[in-house]
């Protein structure tokens, strides 16, 4: 980060965990959002508000975003394309459309810009920590001008090779994740309907061949009764039909991630589209009639471990 200048572009729940991570008391670090509401979370005097993208791209020579959609990505994108040169390195963290990642890159290389997928797994908490895992592709030497940047934001690093194969591994990750979240409902539901206490079933899962990292995470914060992962509905919802999508260009025949879309859809109506993601659980119970609550379960996910030393993943 010696002879980097950054600017990072979407300041989101997850984006303003991962920019503070960028804060260095000896660089400057440019920051835009167009709800201008979220600078207050950042105090720092080397930190840069930008009231303009145009001030944002002409200060920073690594650009960085992390936005909710494709469609945010490519007005963003539009927008900054006529500020982009040589010296530029675009390194896009959102899950998105593998497509428009490949149409955006082709116009920002035009420019004279280099560009770098990597988009982020692992949860909210572990990119406040610094702890999240990316995945990362394009060309082999901007991932290693990225690198030094990455190690700030994540532990485990995978390069995956040409362009476009990080926003699919990701949108694969999310759709998995999806799947799991639905079957730890439904196992919570049958544990309960059979008077187990839903802590020791949190245990046994843990132990067991069933276990995940949603189960380790998600289940948590169901059984503490906050739902709280700082994932949307609407945000699950687009990755699962992006995954769709993907499917859906080889006639591949995805009948779970059919029935994913449509259980988030009636989610989406039912609980609204900002409802945390797990809220879908809520479905679940009010079937059942009954409350996946459990003892000394927590409201909030936070990873107590220190930041670890970045690797990448061979």
């Known amino acids: 980060m010696i002879n980097e200048s950054i600017g990072f572009i979407g300041l989101g729940n997850v984006g303003s965990k991962l920019a503070?991570?960028?804060?260095?008391?000896?660089?400057?670090?440019?920051?835009?959002?167009?709800?201008?509401?979220?600078?207050?979370?950042?105090k720092s005097s080397n930190v840069f508000k930008c009231k303009y993208l145009k001030d944002l791209v002409l200060n920073s020579?690594?650009?960085?975003?992390?936005?909710?959609?494709?469609?945010s990505i490519k007005i963003v994108i539009s927008s900054i394309l006529?500020?982009?040169?040589?010296?530029?390195?675009?390194i896009e963290m959102s899950?998105?459309?593998?497509?428009?990642?490949?149409?955006?890159?082709?116009l920002f290389k035009k420019k004279?810009?280099?560009?770098l997928e990597a988009p982020i797994t692992g949860g909210e908490h572990r990119a406040k920590s610094g702890n999240i895992s990316i995945l990362s592709a394009g060309?082999?030497?901007?991932?290693?001008?990225?690198?030094?940047?990455?190690?700030?934001l994540g532990h485990q690093i995978l390069y995956c090779g040409k362009m476009g194969n990080a926003s699919i591994?990701?949108?694969?990750?999310?759709?998995?994740?999806?799947?799991?979240?639905?079957?730890i409902g439904e196992a919570l539901a049958v544990a309960k309907k059979n008077k187990i206490d839903l802590g020791l079933t949190y245990k046994a899962i843990r132990i067991s061949s069933g276990n995940s990292f949603v189960n380790e995470t998600e289940t948590k914060v169901i059984l503490g009764g906050s739902y709280d992962v700082g994932f949307t509905m609407d945000l699950v919802n687009k990755d699962i039909w992006l995954f769709n999508k993907l499917a859906d260009e080889y006639n591949i025949p995805v009948d779970l991630g059919k029935i994913l879309n449509k259980k988030f859809k009636n989610g989406i109506n039912k609980l609204g589209s900002r409802s945390f993601s797990t809220s879908i659980i809520k479905l679940i119970e009010k079937d059942?009639?009954?409350?996946?609550?459990?003892?000394?379960?927590?409201?909030?996910?936070?990873?107590?471990?220190?930041?670890?030393?970045?690797?990448?993943?061979?």
């Open 20 to 42: 503070k991570n960028l804060i260095n008391k000896n660089k400057k670090l440019y920051l835009f959002d167009k709800n201008k509401r979220a600078y207050s979370k950042f």
């Open 139 to 152: 060309d082999r030497n901007s991932f290693k001008r990225a690198f030094p940047v990455l190690s700030k």
């Open 61 to 71: 020579s690594i650009i960085i975003t992390c936005l909710p959609s494709p469609s």
């Open 82 to 90: 006529p500020f982009v040169e040589k010296k530029h390195l675009w």
């Open 112 to 115: 004279g810009g280099k560009v």
């Open 169 to 183: 591994l990701k949108i694969i990750t999310n759709y998995l994740a999806s799947l799991n979240l639905i079957g």
């Open 95 to 106: 899950t998105t459309d593998k497509n428009q990642m490949k149409d955006l890159t082709m």
């Open 288 to 314: 059942c009639n009954v409350k996946f609550r459990a003892k000394n379960f927590p409201k909030k996910l936070i990873d107590f471990q220190k930041k670890q030393k970045s690797i990448e993943i061979k």
